[in-house]
């Protein structure tokens, strides 16, 4: 192998890589509901089911991942899930019933699960500490272009190609995926295959107790559970209804406004994750600001008598997309938190807490709708969703407390002129 297939921006490339075909593999059903519909002739219930179940196991394995990263590397691990979502795509491309359509998400989900924590334990690996926070959001901003991708694409080719073409084409990606992984990344520059020690069921529970004993890896849970779900919850499912039914947008100005949503991801996490590398003493506080204005601007939507204008829906956009890289923070702490042994296991149990407070908004605003609306789906209106997005008080409620109990916590075991290095005092 060349000197500069082993450089850490190479290996980095690759992991991205990977990680942004897994995110478009994820995303690449929300374009092909009306074609899933027709197939299978189901319900819109039953659609959402494929959604809902791919992430339920996604955050369900997270932990599980992590304990196979530290035991057999993140190489492994990584080229295992690009396997797995090749074939379950390949699966869904074949699939002429819904219990096979629903059995292949559940491996598109599995599949997915093994990607994003592989290419934060490389991070950390490969590249230097002051660097990490900056690559590990860019990480996560990246990968979101997988979302986008899918739209185009997909829905060309389900419309040229049809269903079974166009996703038999987007599994033939990971062909090419895991001959790239098997050629340039490697689990430590030193190192091809990085073995961790065999870990009966009592190392395990250990392990994870050791890294949710250490108050960095909750504090780093909670700030991942505060920052996320109200992103989630507009891009996942309920964004585009929210705008259109109950602030009385056109269809094309909420789709604008969601696309907003996704470019302040994009522009904000590279500065998030450059202020992280300068000022890791002032994470919480990083968070707690940011979870603050969401609270404030969805207060004031909510708040507003009528429809909001459609400034402040921007405004709000804009604030709950910095929430996504927000969530990147979490992981950091979680990094300086625990050992290299431990690292993979701790960012499952941190990456499980946005994904848990995604799923109970979504599933609360949901139940809230149909109390508040009983009957059909069309009567929902302004008054109704202004009920079921106050659902996200209790949570921010939660999560926030808990962010700065565990920030107190964390404070009194670190060092703070660890995290910051040397400081230079000036002469009086």
Wanted: aromatic letters at 10%; glycine letters at 10%.
């Amino acid at each position: 192998m060349t000197p500069s297939l082993r450089s850490p921006y190479a290996v980095w490339a690759v992991g991205l890589l990977v990680y942004l075909v897994a995110v478009f593999h994820r995303s690449s059903l929300a374009v092909a509901g009306l074609a899933a519909t027709d197939r299978f002739d189901i319900s819109a219930a039953q659609l959402a089911t494929f959604t809902m179940l791919q992430l339920l196991v996604y955050a369900g394995l997270q932990i599980p991942v992590g304990l196979l990263v530290d035991r057999f590397g993140p190489r492994s691990v990584l080229l295992t899930g690009t396997v797995l979502l090749t074939l379950a795509q390949a699966g869904f491309a074949l699939a002429s019933t819904y219990g096979l359509a629903l059995l292949a998400r559940v491996f598109v989900g599995m599949g997915d699960a093994m990607t994003f924590i592989c290419v934060l334990r490389l991070v950390s690996t490969w590249f230097p500490g002051r660097r990490i926070p900056l690559v590990t959001q860019l990480t996560g901003t990246i990968g979101q272009l997988g979302a986008i991708g899918a739209a185009v694409p997909m829905t060309w080719a389900l419309r040229e190609l049809g269903w079974t073409t166009a996703y038999l084409l987007a599994a033939s990606l990971g062909i090419l995926l895991a001959v790239a992984l098997l050629a340039v990344v490697r689990d430590t520059p030193h190192v091809t295959h990085l073995r961790g020690p065999a870990m009966s069921l009592p190392a395990v529970r250990d392990s994870l107790a050791a890294s949710w004993a250490h108050p960095g890896t909750r504090l780093g849970f909670w700030m991942h559970f505060v920052t996320q779900f109200s992103a989630t919850a507009l891009s996942l499912l309920w964004g585009y209804p929210f705008f259109v039914r109950g602030e009385g947008t056109s269809s094309g100005v909420a789709g604008v406004l969601l696309t907003i949503m996704v470019v302040a991801v994009m522009c904000t996490g590279p500065v998030l994750g450059w202020l992280v590398g300068a000022h890791p003493w002032h994470r919480s506080t990083m968070v707690l600001t940011i979870v603050g204005t969401i609270v404030a601007v969805w207060t004031l939507v909510l708040a507003w008598p009528g429809d909001a204008p459609l400034g402040l829906l921007v405004l709000l956009v804009v604030v709950v997309g910095v929430g996504g890289p927000a969530s990147m923070i979490g992981f950091d702490l979680g990094r300086t938190s625990n050992p290299d042994e431990r690292l993979a296991s701790a960012s499952g149990i941190i990456n499980q807490g946005g994904f848990i407070a995604s799923l109970l908004l979504v599933i609360a605003i949901g139940l809230i709708l149909d109390w508040r609306t009983p009957g059909s789906s069309s009567a929902y209106g302004p008054d109704a969703f202004r009920w079921a997005m106050s659902a996200q008080y209790v949570l921010w409620a939660v999560g926030l407390t808990q962010v700065y109990r565990y920030r107190v916590k964390t404070r009194r075991v670190v060092d703070r002129d660890e995290l910051e290095g040397p400081r230079v005092i000036p002469a009086a």
